[in-house]
């Protein structure tokens, strides 16, 4: 038996299972911003983490981050050179999944149709724009970049 699913409900599929996917143990889907820190405690500039409910019961773990221009301003030349600061500012603003099962399991279901449904529901959750999203499916620590 063949079944038809056109974009716009599949598009739906993946936006409602991407709320399931980043929903909290008590149901809540709601995403909250909260400043990313560096070693020191101190607030980065331009840059968000993006948790739910459950980030304090997690020692702190992060859903995504969040980096603008600004961020990679402030690190330069710290921690990165000029022609590095450059090339990041151009993409930005930049969204970061560093959990690569999440990053797996949306590969293994959709393949690459959940990206550019992602950004949309980023933008929706946060309120934050997005242009491009790197995201890591294993352990190699190479990340696969996107463009909006």
Known sequence: MKYIITESKLDQIIYDYLDELFTSKDGDTELYKIPSIDENGDDHVGSYDIVNNDYYERDGDHLVTWTDKEYYESIHPEYITKDEMEKQSKMC???????FPIV???????GDLWIPVFG???TDKT???IKTLYSNDSWSGSYNVTSF
């Open 93 to 99: 603003p930049v969204v970061e999944i560093r959990d």
């Open 104 to 110: 797996r399991q949306l590969k293994g279901y959709f």
């Open 120 to 122: 949309r529901w980023f």
């Open 127 to 129: 309120g934050l724009p």
